[in-house]
């Protein structure tokens, strides 16, 4: 590989991000795609965050993403007279619709949803999986559960419910608002909360339409089992590990990992693996072994991107745990070890041109010393498809479209250069030769193979491969 890692970093912002310089800092020690989680923070706190990225972008002269996170449906008990209650194992707890404070007997359960999902045997988890309930009985009025663990209980703790299919949109009101002023201010991606179903990818699309691009947050058992039918539907996936692993058994999360990662590479789809990867760098400016090995893990599997959260939103070294995911990332993609594994995952093509120029495109790096593929790209489709692969070399893909350059930033081993001037180009070798000296990526001698569509300019037309060598430059 190149100077330039493959697998990108996507970086929460938040309160320990202060103004501009803050984030071209984070931008420089490898950060690709910024994330706003729009669970926390104002409307104006996200806008002034975007318009540090736009500035970082300028003056690093990469395209960076901004990715919105939607808090989706979150599902809470009420309140209890006392703010909190101590429950043992074996007791009793009735779930109903009784807004009033609870009590070591009743809580309310403001989510008619849930209570008409419910049936005897289930269970249901509290305070991130802390408390499990087994219902007994249940109404669309009321459920009495039996309480599995002791445990302290206060206002307001999330509920999970993981052996139900709930009939409630992941888009909620809160949602919905803000949506649209992302979509105003002109997010890149938006990432959608507790994907349960296709049905919700088809609904966040019809309201997003072409403004942004669609990430879908797997974090339900039942987006397990339609997994792929939701991959289809997305343009990226994150592995929410947060969430899903309260629902799903600890143990069940590296397998389900690999096969999401697995199943997104399949379909061409970029995938992020996220939640507690240097958690401990949120106090410490050093991690845990156990962190260094979980992000490295994710890296050898192929992962096109890893995150950070509170580690960059809250924590006290931000740019520490950015600085220690890049060193992580490029350690792992300098091992051998991790171009076999690669390699050994490698998926088939699928019957199209473009899938046999990038087949072609990884044979001829195993065979030329090349240093960089470059892709003349509109809507960056091929530029995806070429990720698919995970050629030898750098995917440098050059587009007139700034959308689609930052679009790409959470893509696997492709780099951007946006021109607007790349939608008409008389002499595709020379402006290629151009681009792959102006980032570094080769010298006097090396090869390059580029890639574009004839006619130019068209959006899948992709047909044309051509090798070219660098001449030494004249003084």
């Keep these: 590989m190149s100077k330039l890692k493959a697998t990108k970093i996507v970086a929460t912002l938040g309160p320990s991000t202060r103004n501009a310089a803050d984030v071209l800092a984070l931008a420089q020690a490898g950060v690709n795609v910024f994330r706003l989680n729009f669970s926390h923070g104002s409307h104006q706190d996200h806008a002034t965050r975007l318009q540090w990225i736009r500035q970082a972008e300028v003056e690093l002269g990469q395209p960076l993403a901004a990715l919105m996170d939607l808090q989706g449906p979150k599902l809470r008990i009420g309140t209890f007279k006392d703010g909190k209650v101590d429950l043992e194992k074996g007791q009793l707890l009735r779930l109903d619709l009784d807004p009033s404070p609870g009590d070591q007997q009743r809580v309310c359960l403001p989510h008619p949803e849930i209570l008409a999902a419910l049936r005897p045997g289930m269970q249901l988890l509290l305070d991130d999986g802390k408390i499990r309930l087994q219902v007994i009985d249940a109404n669309p009025e009321s459920a009495i559960t039996?309480?599995?663990?002791?445990?302290?209980?206060?206002d307001r703790?999330?509920?999970?419910?993981?052996?139900?299919?709930?009939?409630?949109?992941?888009?909620?009101?809160k949602d919905r608002a803000d949506l649209d002023f992302g979509l105003q201010i002109g997010v890149d991606w938006v990432a959608l909360s507790f994907v349960q179903r296709p049905e919700d990818m088809r609904e966040a699309r019809n309201i997003i339409g072409e403004r942004a691009f669609l990430l879908a947050k797997i974090e339900k058992p039942s987006a397990i089992t339609e997994l792929d039918a939701i991959i289809e539907l997305s343009d990226a996936v994150m592995v929410a590990r947060g969430d899903l692993g309260v629902e799903l058994p600890a143990e069940t999360l590296p397998r389900l990992q690999k096969r999401i990662i697995q199943r997104c590479r399949l379909q061409g789809k970029p995938v992020v693996v996220a939640t507690q990867m240097l958690e401990s760098m949120r106090f410490s400016p050093a991690p845990t072994r156990a962190e260094?090995?979980?992000?490295?893990n994710a890296v050898f599997e192929g992962a096109d991107a890893v995150m950070l959260s509170a580690e960059t939103a809250s924590?006290?070294?931000?740019?520490?745990?950015?600085?220690?995911?890049s060193k992580v990332i490029r350690q792992v993609e300098s091992d051998p070890a991790y171009r076999t594994q690669l390699d050994a995952q490698h998926p088939g093509a699928e019957p199209t041109s473009a899938d046999a120029i990038s087949c072609a495109i990884r044979r001829i790096a195993r065979i030329l010393p090349l240093s960089a593929l470059v892709n003349f790209s509109s809507s960056g489709s091929t530029s995806l498809r070429a990720a698919r692969e995970r050629p030898q070399v750098p995917i440098l893909s050059l587009t007139p479209n700034l959308r689609t350059a930052r679009r790409l930033a959470l893509a696997w081993g492709v780099y951007s250069l946006h021109q607007p001037s790349y939608a008409e180009v008389s002499n595709l070798a020379d402006t290629a030769k151009q681009a792959v000296r102006q980032l570094g990526l080769g010298q006097a001698g090396d090869s390059i193979v580029i890639t574009a569509g004839i006619p130019f300019g068209q959006p899948g037309t992709t047909n044309m491969l051509q090798i070219e060598q660098l001449e030494p430059t004249t003084p």
Excluded: C, R
Excluded at 146 to 154: D, H, M, T
């Design 157 to 173: 703790k999330g509920v999970n419910v993981p052996e139900a299919l709930l009939e409630l949109s992941p888009l909620t009101s």
């Design 292 to 296: 260094v090995t979980d992000v490295a």
């Design 315 to 325: 924590g006290h070294y931000p740019l520490e745990a950015v600085q220690m995911m």
């Design 146 to 154: 039996e309480v599995q663990n002791p445990a302290e209980l206060s």
